[in-house]
């Protein structure tokens, strides 16, 4: 049974490493939680390291600068991975072969960001790739977007690198959006070679793990997703924390928190997670 504690400083000195979500845990997308913004310094003072492991389509060091623009301390951190650094690092090391590559995208030039100091030429139609860039998504995109440029690509059976496996993420004032795991999804359903990078795959939390120099059982993550930061630390040996604020706010009650998390651990066939606060504090 998930145990229901008070705040982070109640075990954090039990650990070595606390590794956090970014998006539902530190922020909204929009603004930082106040409360998350004192529980760092609880973590600071606890002698734990202090890492980030996030689903952002988008490479670290443009994760701590938005981090630091919230006004968290980010010299506090001892190590920032997202799932799109975990991308590069793949095809910076020829893991990934491909070299042209057709690119989704949340805004018009991620993707050539991102793809700095790589060997890979961007195209504007997947008619000319060798395979699919998935990023990010605008906000505000359907369930059937890019359909045309999905089929195209089924049709010419491109392999799909998809680097943010969410579902959805959060936005400001309790709102949800679309997020490319979605659309990786679908073109999994209908046969398509599909490579996902992020939680809950082991790549990135062994990648994280090593450079912070823990052991398993002595690390904690703490998220939001069952699906994503819960699964991923149980199946890389790591101690876990659910953020009932997040994403399954709408089905955890207040006084039944420890029953509607070991109901929906359950639905997803995972073990509960050891440990669950609201929100970060």
């Not at 020829?94 to 042209?100: I, M």
């Not at 073109?187 to 990648?207: D, N, Q």
Request: net charge negative; with cysteine; glycine share 10%.
């Amino acid at each position: 049974m998930t145990r229901l504690i008070d705040s982070i400083g109640d075990i954090a000195t039990k650990f070595d490493a606390i590794v956090l979500d970014q998006w539902g845990v530190l922020h909204d997308g929009s603004a930082p939680y106040p409360s998350a913004l004192t529980a760092l310094d609880v973590l600071r003072d606890s002698a734990a390291k202090i890492g980030v492991l996030s689903n952002s389509g988008k490479r670290a060091g443009l994760n701590v600068e938005r981090i630091a623009a919230m006004g968290f301390d980010t010299d506090t951190l001892d190590c920032v991975m997202t799932s799109g650094e975990a991308l590069w690092l793949q095809f910076a090391s020829g893991a990934a072969q491909q070299t042209t590559l057709y690119p989704i995208e949340a805004r018009p030039g991620d993707a050539a960001f991102w793809a700095q100091g790589l060997p890979i030429t961007l195209v504007d139609r997947p008619q000319d790739a060798e395979a699919i860039l998935l990023m990010g998504l605008p906000d505000g995109s359907e369930p059937d977007a890019y359909g045309a440029q999905l089929q195209t690509a089924f049709d010419r059976a491109l392999p799909l690198y998809c680097s943010n496996p969410d579902f959805v993420s959060p936005r400001g004032g309790g709102t949800y959006v679309m997020s490319p795991g979605a659309l990786a999804q679908r073109y999994r359903e209908v046969g398509g070679e599909v490579h996902l990078f992020g939680k809950p795959y082991p790549s990135i939390f062994k990648a994280i793990e090593t450079t912070l120099n823990c052991t398993p059982d002595r690390i904690l993550m703490i998220g939001d997703s069952l699906h994503h930061d819960i699964l991923g630390a149980q199946t890389a040996g790591w101690h876990s924390l659910l953020i009932q604020a997040g994403i399954h706010a709408p089905d955890i009650r207040a006084g039944h928190q420890a029953d509607d998390i070991a109901q929906l651990a359950n639905a997803t066939a995972m073990p509960p997670p050891d440990y669950s606060l609201p929100d970060l504090r």
